[in-house]
Every structure is written in structure tokens, then in C-alpha cells.
């Protein structure tokens, strides 16, 4: 692998790694939303994850479709 695919490919992984970073606050907030004492309204702080996930889903849509390795 040459440097040019290492660093796609850490760009892809780190969005990756958001992506399930953010995932998981989701399940967290469905399955046990009272053990979340900061966010009173479960439903705002879910929307808040799933535009974080969309935000890195694009990033690795856009390093496949225009930096394909």
C-alpha cells in the first residue's frame, strides 16, 4: 500500500469509527434513556447522533466515489 492508500484509508476509517461511535449513543439512549442525566429530551440528543452519522457516512461516500482505492 502506498501513502496516498494509507491515508484514504485512515480517512475512511476514522469516519468509520464516528460513525459507530455515534451508532452506539443511539442504542445507548433506546434501550436505557433515563441513565442519560444530561440530555432531558432523549429524542433531540438522538437526532444530535444520527446527523453526526450522516455527516461521516458522506465523508466515506465521498472518499469512495471520488478517491477510490
Do not use: Q
Not at 447522533?49 to 477510490?68: S, T
Amino acid at each position: 500500500m502506498n501513502l496516498r492508500e494509507a491515508m484514504i484509508r485512515a480517512a475512511y476509517d476514522h469516519a468509520k469509527a464516528h460513525v459507530e461511535k455515534h451508532k452506539m449513543n443511539v442504542e445507548i439512549y433506546l434501550t436505557n434513556p433515563v441513565g442519560v442525566g444530561e440530555h432531558s429530551d432523549v429524542m433531540d440528543a438522538i437526532e444530535t447522533e444520527l446527523e453526526e452519522m450522516a455527516k461521516y457516512e458522506d465523508h466515506m461516500d465521498i472518499l469512495n466515489k471520488y478517491f477510490p482505492i
